[in-house]
């Protein structure tokens, strides 16, 4: 997993940017505006050394120590439990597949799942420190101040907890939808322009997303003996899930998906879970088999071309050692 990602050479929509950054040093100067002290350290390590793949490399390898130590903590060193998470994380599209793509925001939401761990284990003080990390790594982050007052009350969320959350995400998001088309930065129009690629595209998540969160409200509300952490886990993937169809669907702006997949990385250590309560039906398993491997087909169709974008694609795919 991490040799796949850090070998690649020229794979991912932000691979010729950052290559470009470490190799030129008018780029390098360019870029410290932009980026915070702990990149703008990166890029002039690895332009010192005259390796500029190292600018994707050491991100990317952070990127995934970071979330195995996130899923030892939570599955307490359990090697299957922590298998099973893995998996999810490299199949579901929008997690490893992106890391090669969005390689500040990657980091960030690996860093997130592991303060979101740190929380549900009463480590508050780490948590906040590795929050205020974590907004270097990129601002954005900020939003995991949600988790605070979600994990640390243990006890689980009925019906009507979910809806008003539902709902007063939407309102926030809305809010935000409002302020990025006040504010109309370009940086944030581009990020709507890689999930705009192609007709439909939304409307065909929203029809997969949502039966996914059908079969998870079924989890929930079958699994009545779940513990309050799997539970407030589970509660925040269908809440995650339901904003990004509200995103495709609403009018909402496309920048805003970015923001919940803070909360959506937690279908690692749900899924796998969920399908024990169903051991005894042979049914919903290849359903759910069928869902992810069709979500997996359509946003890779999207993404593989790169569509004018001036960005890499994933395919084909390349290495660094043929192309050094």
Request: proline letters at 3%; one cysteine or more.
């Amino acid at each position: 997993m991490i040799a796949f990602s850090v070998l690649r050479y020229d794979v991912g929509w932000d691979y010729i940017s950052y290559y470009e950054i470490c190799r030129d040093s008018v780029q390098l100067g360019m870029a410290e505006d932009r980026y915070s002290f702990v990149w703008n350290a990166l890029f002039n390590f690895a332009y010192t050394q005259e390796i500029p793949h190292l600018g994707i490399a050491i991100p990317a390898v952070f990127t995934y120590l970071i979330l195995y130590v996130a899923l030892r903590i939570y599955f307490e060193k359990n090697k299957l439990q922590i298998s099973d998470a893995l998996l999810v994380y490299c199949f579901w599209p929008f997690f490893y597949l992106s890391t090669f793509s969005t390689i500040r925001q990657n980091l960030a939401i690996s860093i997130a799942l592991l303060i979101v761990v740190l929380i549900q284990n009463r480590k508050i003080i780490p948590a906040i420190l590795l929050l205020i990390v974590n907004y270097y790594i990129h601002p954005s982050s900020v939003i995991v101040l949600l988790y605070f007052p979600v994990c640390i009350v243990q006890r689980r969320m009925n019906s009507i907890t979910i809806i008003l959350s539902i709902l007063g995400l939407t309102l926030c998001l809305k809010s935000l939808d409002l302020i990025i088309g006040i504010i109309d930065i370009p940086e944030l129009n581009m990020y709507g322009e890689y999930l705009n690629m192609s007709d439909g595209f939304g409307s065909k998540l929203s029809v997969l997303l949502g039966m996914l969160v059908i079969f998870l409200l079924m989890t929930y509300y079958r699994g009545k003996e779940m513990s309050v952490r799997y539970s407030q886990s589970i509660v925040i993937v269908i809440i995650a899930f339901t904003m990004n169809i509200l995103i495709y669907n609403i009018g909402l702006s496309d920048v805003i998906t970015r923001i919940v997949s803070y909360f959506s990385i937690l279908l690692i250590v749900v899924l796998y879970p969920a399908l024990k309560i169903y051991k005894s039906e042979k049914l919903l398993r290849p359903i759910l088999t069928c869902l992810l491997v069709a979500l997996f087909f359509i946003y890779l169709n999207i993404t593989t071309n790169a569509h004018g974008l001036s960005s890499s694609t994933y395919v084909p795919y390349q290495t660094i050692l043929e192309n050094y």
